[in-house]
């Protein structure tokens, strides 16, 4: 057998061999790329979870603050009482937001970790839904009774 029969023979065992070294290559590089959109994907959702946390914060402090504006400024007007339960109302949920936000923050954190994480829990929402369009209702009682 001449040079020229033995590498045309030896050329397919060589083609073989570098595509199976070029499929593991991708292969690698595929799941290197995976690892990097799953991280990038977890942190997302960690800020995602802070900024939620954030805002339960902020919901809290605006509801204490409109609480004691209530109980404060309508003290001295003939709806006294139904003012002084609105800031009582507003006040104890500003007190409560911040406690639901730590506590769903986490728990949303600890399902991050463990790769479980899903949506808000229905009563969370109603719950939450409901008692903003009661504080709009009363505020728009006050506001019609002056």
Known sequence: MGDRERMSADEPAEDR???????SRLAEERTRLAEERTQ????RSVLANERTFSAWLRTGMSALA???GAAELLRDTEERAVALVFGIILIALGGLLPVIGARRYI???RRIDDEEAGP??????????????????????IVLMR
């Open 17 to 23: 061999a570098r595509c199976e070294e070029e499929r």
């Open 66 to 68: 409109v609480g004691i």
């Open 120 to 141: 808000t829990p229905r009563w969370v929402v109603e719950g939450t839904a409901a008692a903003l369009f009661f504080a709009a209702i009363l505020a728009l009682v």
């Open 107 to 109: 728990s949303t954190a």
């Open 40 to 43: 990038a994907s977890r942190d």
